[in-house]
Protein backbone atom coordinates (compact mmCIF):
# COMPACT_ATOMS: atom_id res chain seq x y z
CA UNK A 1 0.00 0.00 0.00
CA UNK A 2 2.67 2.46 0.89
CA UNK A 3 4.45 1.67 -2.46
CA UNK A 4 1.63 2.49 -4.33
CA UNK A 5 1.32 5.74 -1.98
CA UNK A 6 4.43 6.76 -2.87
CA UNK A 7 4.24 6.19 -6.52
CA UNK A 8 0.96 8.13 -6.75
CA UNK A 9 2.44 11.05 -4.98
CA UNK A 10 5.50 10.73 -7.17
CA UNK A 11 4.19 11.23 -10.64
CA UNK A 12 1.36 13.91 -8.73
CA UNK A 13 4.47 15.94 -8.18
CA UNK A 14 6.12 15.00 -11.55
CA UNK A 15 3.17 16.39 -13.33
CA UNK A 16 3.13 19.36 -11.42
CA UNK A 17 6.84 20.43 -11.52
CA UNK A 18 7.19 18.99 -15.43
CA UNK A 19 9.18 21.53 -17.51
CA UNK A 20 7.04 19.89 -20.58
CA UNK A 21 3.96 22.56 -20.32
CA UNK A 22 6.66 25.48 -20.69
CA UNK A 23 7.16 27.15 -23.77
CA UNK A 24 11.11 27.97 -25.04
CA UNK A 25 10.52 31.12 -24.21
CA UNK A 26 9.65 30.87 -21.15
CA UNK A 27 12.36 28.48 -20.25
CA UNK A 28 14.50 30.99 -21.59
CA UNK A 29 13.11 33.62 -18.70
CA UNK A 30 13.57 31.22 -15.51
CA UNK A 31 16.95 30.45 -16.91
CA UNK A 32 17.40 34.29 -17.02
CA UNK A 33 16.55 34.80 -13.61
CA UNK A 34 19.64 35.70 -11.25
CA UNK A 35 20.11 32.58 -8.85
CA UNK A 36 21.66 32.55 -5.59
CA UNK A 37 25.17 31.64 -5.25
CA UNK A 38 25.09 28.67 -2.93
CA UNK A 39 28.80 29.66 -0.79
CA UNK A 40 26.94 32.36 0.43
CA UNK A 41 24.51 30.11 2.06
CA UNK A 42 27.45 28.33 3.22
CA UNK A 43 28.96 31.62 4.79
CA UNK A 44 25.71 32.16 5.99
CA UNK A 45 25.43 28.94 8.40
CA UNK A 46 29.18 28.79 9.27
CA UNK A 47 28.51 32.35 10.39
CA UNK A 48 25.47 30.98 12.43
CA UNK A 49 27.71 28.25 13.72
CA UNK A 50 29.83 31.32 14.43
CA UNK A 51 28.11 33.15 16.10
CA UNK A 52 26.23 30.60 18.18
CA UNK A 53 29.10 28.81 19.64
CA UNK A 54 32.03 31.35 18.94
CA UNK A 55 32.00 32.14 22.55
CA UNK A 56 33.11 28.75 23.42
CA UNK A 57 34.54 27.53 20.31
CA UNK A 58 36.93 29.82 18.79
CA UNK A 59 37.83 28.16 15.61
CA UNK A 60 34.44 27.65 14.65
CA UNK A 61 34.31 31.33 14.01
CA UNK A 62 37.56 32.12 12.93
CA UNK A 63 36.75 29.33 10.10
CA UNK A 64 33.40 31.38 9.05
CA UNK A 65 34.71 34.33 8.68
CA UNK A 66 37.95 32.89 6.45
CA UNK A 67 35.46 30.51 4.38
CA UNK A 68 33.49 34.25 4.11
CA UNK A 69 36.01 36.50 3.18
CA UNK A 70 37.79 33.64 0.24
CA UNK A 71 34.33 32.79 -1.00
CA UNK A 72 32.99 36.58 -1.44
CA UNK A 73 35.51 36.42 -4.39
CA UNK A 74 33.38 33.93 -6.47
CA UNK A 75 30.12 36.64 -6.19
CA UNK A 76 28.84 37.85 -9.58
CA UNK A 77 26.62 40.21 -10.09
CA UNK A 78 25.49 39.10 -13.37
CA UNK A 79 24.59 35.51 -12.37
CA UNK A 80 23.25 35.69 -8.62
CA UNK A 81 21.29 37.81 -6.88
CA UNK A 82 22.13 38.72 -3.51
CA UNK A 83 25.69 39.20 -1.57
CA UNK A 84 23.77 39.67 1.54
CA UNK A 85 24.49 36.24 2.62
CA UNK A 86 28.19 36.70 2.38
CA UNK A 87 27.88 40.04 4.61
CA UNK A 88 25.97 38.62 7.24
CA UNK A 89 27.99 34.98 7.44
CA UNK A 90 31.00 37.35 8.01
CA UNK A 91 29.87 39.50 10.72
CA UNK A 92 28.16 36.51 13.07
CA UNK A 93 31.35 35.47 12.30
CA UNK A 94 33.05 38.32 13.34
CA UNK A 95 30.56 38.84 16.46
CA UNK A 96 31.55 34.97 17.78
CA UNK A 97 35.21 35.90 18.07
CA UNK A 98 34.46 39.01 19.82
CA UNK A 99 32.05 37.33 22.06
CA UNK A 100 35.32 34.66 22.65
CA UNK A 101 37.62 37.98 23.39
CA UNK A 102 35.45 39.09 26.01
CA UNK A 103 34.23 36.63 27.53
CA UNK A 104 30.90 37.02 27.06
CA UNK A 105 28.00 34.41 26.59
CA UNK A 106 24.83 35.52 24.50
CA UNK A 107 23.31 32.01 25.38
CA UNK A 108 21.18 31.45 28.68
CA UNK A 109 22.65 28.34 30.68
Aim: without cysteine; proline residues 3%; aromatic residues 12%.
Amino acid sequence: MKTLWRLLVKSKLNKMFSEDDLTQAEKDYINSIPSQNSLGIITLLLGGAGFMFGNNHLWIAIISVTFGTISLRTFDKKEHDNPWPFYIGILLGLIGIVLNLTQYSHMAV
